[in-house]
């Protein structure tokens, strides 16, 4: 279970957050997101409905995850970024950082149509000491149809298999998922794959299995760089967010292809930057994010599941194609059968220390990371 306990800010703060008015429109926020087809459904869903509703201007700007730059802004006392799109255990890491303003979830977060309180709607684990799951996205594996004419890639072993499916790979230049599917792919039980990670014997072995592939892999940093490099043929392989391969599916007409086997499902969260001077304004975009039928209209752009469950259940047809957009959700039942649950507690204990070792293993020099 992800669930940690909130913390508690000032009721007064909380109040001033919920009374927010249009007098308030001066006031302009930083919003921090992943750019792509994800930044243009937050965009679609909540961004620009937030400006017309509140007079508050909305500035989005993209990054590629981390919590450096967060560093950097806390430590110069004038943050510039309000609000920040976090993977769950990056948030937790800030979080226990002293980066992130504890949020007060009590009575922030409107119930639902048919009374249940809205603690009771998120999922477990969504409300955390500062800030809030909203999303649940997946990273997976995708292939370019036109690649494999005969038999196509269909489980995560078949990344590693060059001899089946020749060709250069696309992956993300961290080691979260390509180490748990390099394990995979020897077998080892989804439920066991974290308690080997957190020995040197399975680290062995998860870097042996990445050494087959390495010389026909192409990194990428950037989400949208695996969804162009599978589009345009220069790779044949390549993981990615599931979201961004349905857009490019449906939007864009590319023959890509989802691999679901061992696929490794997170939460985004919202964290407002500590000591940013919007705090009222922040936390009243969080609300707004957050209402139920705004989280159900977001999967409406983009195949990424609520939090909340109310929303879940109000989620129906892409608004573009009218695709059923439910069975393109990570959690889909036929999807969901060997998925694998990223311990985000386990990342925000090791990541420094395994991002260090991958860029070892990649030859780059070492990183010092200020804390």
């Given at each position: 279970m992800l669930c940690k306990t909130a913390a508690m800010v000032a009721p007064a703060v909380l109040l001033l957050a919920l009374t927010?008015?249009?007098?308030?429109?001066?006031?302009?926020?930083?919003?921090?997101?992943?750019g792509g087809a994800f930044a243009r459904s937050q965009e679609s869903a909540y961004l620009k409905p937030?400006?017309?509703?509140?007079?508050?201007?909305?500035?989005?700007?993209?990054?590629?995850?981390?919590?450096?730059?967060?560093r950097r802004q806390v430590a110069s006392e004038r943050p510039s970024w309000d609000v920040v799109d976090l993977l769950y255990a990056d948030n937790v890491q800030a979080c226990d950082e002293g980066l992130l303003e504890p949020i007060d979830h009590a009575g922030l977060y409107p119930?639902?149509?048919d009374g249940t309180p809205a603690r009771e709607d998120f999922i477990d684990g969504a409300l955390i000491k500062?800030?809030?799951?909203?999303?649940?996205?997946?990273?997976?594996?995708?292939?370019?149809?036109?690649?494999?004419?005969?038999?196509?890639?269909?489980?995560?072993?078949?990344?590693f298999d060059l001899a089946r499916f020749p060709g250069r790979r696309g992956l993300q230049r961290k080691p979260i998922a390509n180490l748990e599917w390099a394990?995979?792919?020897?077998?080892?039980?989804?439920?066991?794959?974290?308690?080997?990670?957190?020995?040197?014997?399975?680290?062995?072995?998860?870097?042996?299995r990445l050494d087959q592939i390495r010389d026909h892999v192409v990194w990428w940093e950037d989400g949208q760089t695996p969804v162009e490099l599978l589009a345009e043929g220069r790779v044949v392989m390549a993981s990615g967010y599931n979201g961004r391969?349905?857009?490019?599916?449906?939007n864009s007409g590319d023959a890509i292809d989802i691999i679901w086997d061992g696929q490794l499902y997170d939460y985004d969260t919202w964290g407002i930057v500590r000591g940013t001077p919007h705090l009222e304004q922040a936390l009243h975009l969080v609300r707004f994010a957050t209402e139920t039928w705004r989280m159900a209209e977001l999967s409406g752009y983009i195949a990424y599941g609520p939090t909340r469950r109310s929303?879940?259940?109000?989620?129906?047809?892409?608004?573009?194609?009218?695709?059923?957009?439910?069975?393109?959700?990570?959690n889909h039942p036929f999807n969901f059968q060997t998925a694998i649950r990223k311990d985000n507690d386990w990342y925000s204990r090791t990541m420094d220390r395994l991002s260090e070792r991958f860029r070892r293993w990649l030859g780059e020099p070492s990183k010092t990371t200020s804390q």
């Open positions: 927010i008015s249009p007098s308030v429109s001066a006031e302009e926020l930083t919003v921090v997101s992943w937030f400006t017309t509703e509140t007079g508050i201007d909305v500035r989005l700007h993209k990054y590629d995850g981390g919590i450096e730059e967060i119930g639902t149509n500062c800030g809030v799951a909203h999303t649940m996205f997946s990273t997976v594996v995708a292939y370019n149809r036109r690649a494999f004419p005969g038999e196509k890639p269909r489980v995560i072993a078949d990344l394990l995979l792919s020897y077998g080892v039980p989804r439920q066991e794959l974290y308690d080997l990670l957190s020995t040197e014997r399975g680290l062995r072995l998860a870097f042996a391969f349905f857009d490019a599916q449906v929303a879940a259940r109000l989620v129906g047809t892409h608004f573009d194609s009218g695709i059923d957009m439910r069975p393109h959700l990570p």
